[in-house]
């Protein structure tokens, strides 16, 4: 066997192993140094950061980031206090991971193993690379495709010594007002590290969702009431903006970290599908920059405010969901994952979503405006895979996980499916 160890292909998971988030891939060609598919960030009910398995930095090549949400890029500052190592991410990502780090860094309660200025070392050492453009990081030659997910957002292609492999970060295979679909026509790779976030899950059709979503908003102000939609400051805010700018004309406000996120969006065209709907939107709407403008809002009728935190963890969203919850006239939608534990979820689940605000009185409704691609998208990219031989489920709960696992053996007809806990390696002779 020792003779043959230099042409295995490793593929080591150090989170997101039947785990929603934290993502991080290392890859290696027989005892080479690894490549690094994102290093994220999950968070405990108690809000407490947990990190990936460890790597010691000079055992890695470099770094290829997928996309600027926390549960990629989160944990990638740590690895920059005792070296330098080229990390490829599209600009878009690169400008937004500025902006969600520093944010990160400022208000975590809890002791961070790194600092900005670590942060700051890995941007500097960052790789700006579009879509469809081969730079290289050691003996890897890597290349970022559109993921569809959120701006900036890439899947990544990786050869080393002929030997090809996708890794699909957060995927999604529809158009949405931010981003075009994911590009993974005539790709070729033997394996395919593919998230399974929504693996059993068939989403309904977006349109059906948007004209739901649209009649419902204004139903709950034309009798008066007023509208809280919690969502993440960045991507889900500014698609739900659109929408409201093209089918509401209503009063529409924004609050939170959205308008620092869409400074960094507009800045990036090339990454926006339609461009002029996220201009129009924000110039449209109004930010919420004054404790008064809150009171004005809240004491209004038939206003619509756009506020993070996505799950209500947090930010505007709970000054909002205080004084709105307890009038039946007032509604509360949800456009985000709201995942166990939080308030959103308890606000789904059993009316209460935090101590101080008992029982809402509220409509409350959950509508699927989801980012990540369902069960059919992700079989479709697995069958556009030219030459595919293993797949490698990442990025999802257990249960589902086993789900999607049994599907892609059922439909793609493959054998070697698999779904690794963190810390497993995947060993592809
Ligand atoms: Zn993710
Ligand atoms: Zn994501």
Not at 155 to 166: P, S
Not at 215 to 239: C, H, M, W, Y
Not at 322 to 341: H, M, T
């Amino acid at each position: 066997m020792s003779e043959r160890i230099g042409e295995v292909l490793k593929v080591k998971v150090l989170g997101g192993g039947r785990e929603v988030g934290r993502a991080a891939v290392a890859l290696r060609y027989g005892e080479g140094r690894f490549l690094l598919l994102d290093y994220g960030v999950n968070f405990n009910e108690n809000d407490e950061p947990q990190f990936p398995e460890h790597l010691k930095p000079s055992e890695v090549a470099g770094l290829a980031i997928s996309h600027a949400h926390l549960d990629h890029v989160g944990s990638a500052p740590m690895l920059y206090s005792s070296v330098k190592l080229p990390a490829v991410m599209t600009p878009m990502t690169k400008a937004l991971s500025e902006v969600m780090l520093k944010d990160f860094i400022k208000i975590s309660g809890y002791y961070l193993p790194f600092e900005e200025l670590d942060m700051l070392s890995m941007l500097d050492n960052s790789i700006e690379a579009s879509y469809n453009v081969e730079c290289c990081v050691g003996e890897f030659t890597v290349k970022l495709l559109n993921a569809g997910h959120i701006p900036g957002s890439a899947m990544i292609h990786v050869e080393v010594n002929g030997r090809k492999i996708l890794y699909t970060g957060d995927v999604n295979t529809i158009d949405t007002r931010l981003v075009s679909k994911a590009n993974y026509e005539g790709v070729e790779a033997e394996v395919l590290v593919i998230e399974g976030t929504y693996g059993n899950v068939k989403h309904p059709p977006r349109e059906v969702v948007e004209k739901e979503f649209i009649d419902s908003v204004k139903e709950v102000t034309d009798s008066g009431g007023n509208v809280l939609i919690p969502a993440f400051s960045l991507g889900r805010s500014q698609e739900i903006l659109g929408l409201l700018y093209e089918r509401f004309g209503g009063d529409v406000f924004y609050d939170g970290m959205i308008r620092q996120i869409y400074d960094v969006l507009v800045s990036y065209p090339e990454f926006i599908n339609k461009y002029d709907v996220l201009v129009k939107s924000m110039k449209e709407f109004k930010a919420v920059t004054k404790p008064s403008q809150r009171r004005r809002i809240v004491q209004s009728e038939g206003s619509v405010v756009v506020a993070s935190a996505g799950m209500l963890k947090g930010g505007p969203a709970q000054y909002y969901l205080k004084r709105l919850s307890d009038n039946p006239k007032n509604a509360v939608f949800l456009v985000s994952y709201q995942a166990p534990k939080t308030p959103g979820r308890a606000l789904l689940e059993e009316g209460t979503p935090l101590e101080d605000v008992g029982r809402v009185r509220a409509r409350v409704q959950w509508f699927d405006f989801s980012s990540h691609a369902g069960v059919d998208g992700l079989l479709e990219i697995a069958k556009n895979v030219k030459g595919l031989g293993h797949v490698i489920i990442v990025h999802t709960n257990e249960d589902v996980g086993l789900e999607f696992k049994r599907r892609i053996e059922e439909i793609i007809g493959l054998d070697s499916v698999s779904l690794p806990s963190n810390g497993e390696e995947v060993l592809i002779p």
